[in-house]
């Protein structure tokens, strides 16, 4: 089972448009330091699982047949964009699970082309998929969002965004099964706090009341990537930043 994150950045990305920031400077000089928006895929027993839709290039990357089922974690336009071009293609209808939330994204459920839409999701309601076994977890966000839990033979990955914290079900989920790798909204650095994500602050509680999972940064703003740069030393072993195309194996 192979997790490759597409894209780490939160709604902005990185660099962001008219930013001179030094995470953002740093971003325009070199691309290995820019940020696509926050999404990823799961490649597991020869099939492929896109999770969240918005990478710019994503019919280039993924060409017709080669994409067996989506995930959808939340129907914010950051998360989803990439479907209403994808939609009105020509090859067959791909499988897409989603939360329950009747409201959608626009247009989606009405005009969905080859858009197959599953029957909503429910938190702790586990289902197979891909031959693994894939549990929905519910999250803090301003719209119903699904994190998902990831069961193969090898092992477990935990893919957490959009939120604010871990609710208590989930948590103590997570406590029973402890995966080897958690994927985490942290949006902001410690000096900032939303509403609808982690900051820094709170992943690092969640990673020292669970050490023996590596905790892989995720939906990632230019500020927090400034304060890394500022404070090169201020994570833990079990933390660790993650950035396009990190790939994270079982």
């Given at each position: 089972?192979?997790?490759?994150?597409?894209?780490?950045?939160?709604v902005t990305g990185c660099p962001v448009y008219g930013?001179?920031?030094?995470?953002?400077?740093?971003?325009?000089?070199?691309?290995?330091?820019?940020?696509?928006?926050?999404?990823?895929?799961?490649?597991?027993?020869?099939?492929?699982?896109?999770?969240?839709?918005?990478?710019?290039?994503?019919?280039?990357?993924?060409?017709?047949?080669?994409?067996?089922?989506?995930?959808?974690?939340?129907?914010?336009?950051?998360?989803?964009?990439?479907?209403?071009?994808?939609?009105?293609?020509?090859?067959?209808?791909?499988?897409?699970?989603?939360?329950?939330?009747?409201?959608?994204?626009?247009?989606?459920?009405?005009?969905?082309?080859?858009?197959?839409?599953?029957?909503?999701?429910?938190?702790?309601?586990?289902?197979?998929?891909?031959?693994?076994?894939?549990?929905?977890?519910?999250?803090?966000?301003?719209?119903?969002?699904?994190?998902?839990?990831?069961?193969?033979?090898?092992?477990?990955?935990?893919?957490?965004?959009?939120?604010?914290?871990?609710?208590?079900?989930?948590?103590?989920?997570?406590?029973?099964?402890?995966?080897?790798?958690?994927?985490?909204?942290?949006?902001?650095?410690?000096?900032?706090?939303?509403?609808?994500?982690?900051?820094?602050?709170?992943?690092?509680?969640?990673?020292?009341?669970?050490?023996?999972?590596?905790?892989?940064?995720?939906?990632?703003?230019?500020?927090?990537?400034?304060?890394?740069?500022?404070?090169?030393?201020?994570?833990?072993?079990?933390?660790?930043?993650?950035?396009?195309?990190?790939?994270?194996?079982l």
């Amino acid at each position: 089972m192979k997790l490759t994150l597409l894209g780490t950045g939160n709604v902005t990305g990185c660099p962001v448009y008219g930013c001179d920031c030094l995470a953002c400077q740093r971003a325009s000089l070199d691309p290995s330091k820019a940020r696509l928006l926050c999404s990823a895929v799961l490649e597991v027993n020869g099939q492929r699982i896109l999770i969240d839709a918005n990478h710019p290039q994503l019919q280039t990357r993924f060409p017709a047949g080669s994409i067996d089922a989506m995930l959808l974690t939340h129907f914010h336009m950051d998360h989803v964009q990439a479907l209403f071009e994808l939609r009105w293609g020509v090859a067959k209808p791909i499988p897409v699970y989603h939360p329950d939330d009747p409201l959608g994204c626009d247009d989606l459920f009405k005009h969905s082309g080859l858009l197959d839409f599953q029957p909503a999701r429910q938190a702790m309601h586990s289902f197979a998929l891909a031959g693994i076994n894939i549990t929905p977890l519910a999250l803090n966000h301003s719209k119903p969002t699904l994190g998902y839990l990831f069961t193969s033979e090898n092992g477990l990955i935990a893919y957490l965004t959009d939120t604010l914290g871990i609710p208590d079900q989930s948590w103590q989920h997570l406590l029973r099964q402890p995966p080897k790798y958690v994927v985490i909204d942290c949006s902001n650095s410690p000096l900032h706090r939303s509403g609808n994500h982690n900051n820094l602050s709170d992943v690092l509680e969640l990673a020292h009341a669970l050490p023996d999972s590596t905790w892989v940064l995720t939906h990632i703003g230019h500020d927090l990537d400034e304060y890394l740069m500022q404070h090169p030393n201020c994570l833990p072993s079990n933390v660790l930043v993650g950035h396009d195309e990190l790939c994270l194996s079982l």
